[in-house]
C-alpha cells in the first residue's frame, strides 16, 4: 500500500474523528468556525428553553416597598423589603427580602459593592441566613440578601398550620393540575429560581450595587434554586450552591430517590394513589412523572449533567458532603466530568471546583460555609476596598 502525502496546506482530519481525508486549512478552519457557532448556539438554545420553563407572569415593576429599616449595634444597615415577584394578587406573587448592607464606616461610600443572594434550605426561612448576611455585610463588605422562597417564611399562606402544609399542598396541586395546564406552579425548585432571577432584578435596581459582581449561594432547596437559576441567568456572575446539586436522572435510573423523595413526600403518595389506587407504593416510574410534571425537563436536558456546563465560564463552586443520600456523589460524575471539560476548554479550570466534605451526609458545614466565603472573596470580591477602622 502506497500512502500519499498530505499536500501542503492540507490536514488529515482522521485526526479529528471525521474518516480518512484531507481538508484544505481555510476550508477547516470555516467548519471549525461553524463548529464554534454551533456548539455555542446550542448553549444558548438550551439556556432559553431553561429560561422558558422558569418564566413565570411576570410584572414590569418590582414596586418595592421597604416594611421596616434600621442599623443594628455593629452599623449593619438592615432592611426587610417586599417586591413583585409575577403578576397578580396570589399568595406567592409578592416575594419578602432580608437586606443587610455593610457599615458606612467600613466600606467605600463611592463604590458599587458586589452582593450575594443567599436562599434558604426546606422548612426555614431568610431568617435562618441572618447570621451569614451579617458576616458577609461586616467582614466583607458585602450586600447581602435573603428572600423567602416559595410557600416558606412570611409566603406560607397558611401559617397555623404544620410549617410545610402549604408547600405539600402547593405541590399536590401542581402535580394534579397536569402538564397540559401550562399556567400552573412549579413549587419545587423551579418557581424558587424564578424568584432568585428576580432578586437580581431588584439588585440591578440599586445605585450601590456592582451589577458586574452578583453571586448567589443556597443551601439544600436553596442550593438547587441557585444552581438552576444560575444555569439561565448570566447576570449571576459567581455561583457557590451546598448541598443541592444533584442527578435527578441518576437517582431515578439507579433507585436510590428515596432521600430525595422523602423531603416532599406527600405529592409522590398522592401521585401514587392517582395512578395505581390507595395504598399503592411509590416507585421509580411514579418518581418520575412527579417530575416530569412539577419540574418539566429536569430528568432530561436540564438535569446536572447539561446545566452545570450552562454556568462556564462564571466560577462555580459546587459543595456536597461526600455521604449525601440527596446529592450522591457517584450521580454527580458525569455532571462533573462535562463541566470541568468546558472550563479546562475555556483556560479557566480554577474558576470551577467542586467539594465533597468527608464523613459529611446532608449536612450544611462550617467547612462549606468558610469555602463558599473565600470562593466569593476570590471571584466576587475583587477590587472592594475596605476602609476598617482597626
Not at 45 to 61: E, F, I, V, W
Not at 212 to 241: C, E, F, N, Q, Y
Request: one cysteine or more; aromatic letters at 8%.
Amino acid at each position: 500500500n502506497v500512502q500519499t502525502p498530505t499536500p501542503p496546506n492540507m490536514i488529515g482530519v482522521s485526526t479529528l474523528g471525521l474518516g480518512a481525508a484531507t481538508i484544505a486549512l481555510p476550508v477547516l478552519a470555516a467548519m471549525l468556525t461553524a463548529w464554534v457557532r454551533r456548539s455555542t448556539s446550542g448553549t444558548e438554545r438550551l439556556r432559553s428553553k431553561l429560561l422558558m420553563a422558569l418564566q413565570r407572569p411576570s410584572p414590569k415593576a418590582l414596586s418595592p416597598a421597604v416594611v421596616e429599616a434600621w442599623d443594628d449595634e455593629d452599623g449593619i444597615r438592615w432592611q426587610r423589603l417586599v417586591i413583585a415577584s409575577e403578576s397578580g394578587n396570589g399568595s406567592q406573587s409578592r416575594l419578602p427580602l432580608l437586606i443587610a448592607r455593610p457599615p458606612l464606616s467600613k466600606c467605600s461610600k463611592a463604590m458599587r459593592l458586589p452582593a450575594v443572594i443567599f436562599a434558604h434550605p426546606t422548612g426555614s426561612g431568610k431568617e435562618t441566613c441572618k447570621p451569614y448576611l451579617k458576616h458577609y455585610a461586616s467582614s466583607r463588605c458585602r450586600i447581602t440578601v435573603s428572600p423567602d422562597l416559595r410557600y416558606h417564611g412570611e409566603r406560607n399562606p397558611k401559617p397555623k398550620g404544620t410549617p410545610l402544609q402549604a408547600y405539600y399542598e402547593a405541590l399536590i396541586d401542581a402535580w394534579r393540575a397536569g402538564s397540559a395546564d401550562s399556567s400552573r406552579e412549579h413549587p419545587f425548585v423551579f418557581d424558587m429560581a424564578w424568584d432568585v432571577m428576580r432578586v437580581v432584578d431588584y439588585l440591578h435596581s440599586q445605585d450601590d450595587v456592582d451589577t458586574t459582581r452578583i453571586g448567589a449561594t443556597g443551601i439544600s432547596l436553596g442550593g438547587m434554586a441557585t444552581w438552576i437559576a444560575g444555569a439561565a441567568d448570566t447576570r449571576i456572575s459567581v455561583l457557590a450552591p451546598a448541598i443541592g446539586v444533584q442527578s435527578f436522572g441518576y437517582a431515578v435510573n439507579t433507585d436510590k430517590w428515596q432521600a430525595r423523595v422523602a423531603t416532599i413526600q406527600p405529592v409522590f403518595d398522592a401521585a401514587a394513589t392517582d395512578r395505581k389506587g390507595p395504598g399503592a407504593a411509590v416507585d421509580a416510574a411514579t418518581v418520575a412523572a412527579v417530575w416530569d410534571v412539577i419540574t418539566p425537563g429536569l430528568l432530561q436536558e436540564f438535569d446536572a449533567p447539561m446545566s452545570l456546563p450552562l454556568i462556564a465560564p462564571r466560577p462555580l463552586l459546587i459543595s456536597n458532603g461526600e455521604l449525601d443520600p440527596r446529592c450522591w456523589k457517584d450521580g454527580l460524575e458525569t455532571a462533573l466530568e462535562s463541566t470541568r471539560k468546558v472550563y479546562a476548554a475555556a483556560g479557566i479550570s480554577g474558576h470551577f471546583e467542586a467539594f465533597f466534605e468527608k464523613g459529611v451526609a446532608h449536612k450544611f458545614t462550617d467547612a462549606m460555609a468558610a469555602r463558599i466565603d473565600e470562593w466569593f472573596a476570590v471571584h466576587l470580591d475583587s477590587d472592594v476596598i475596605s476602609e476598617r477602622t482597626g
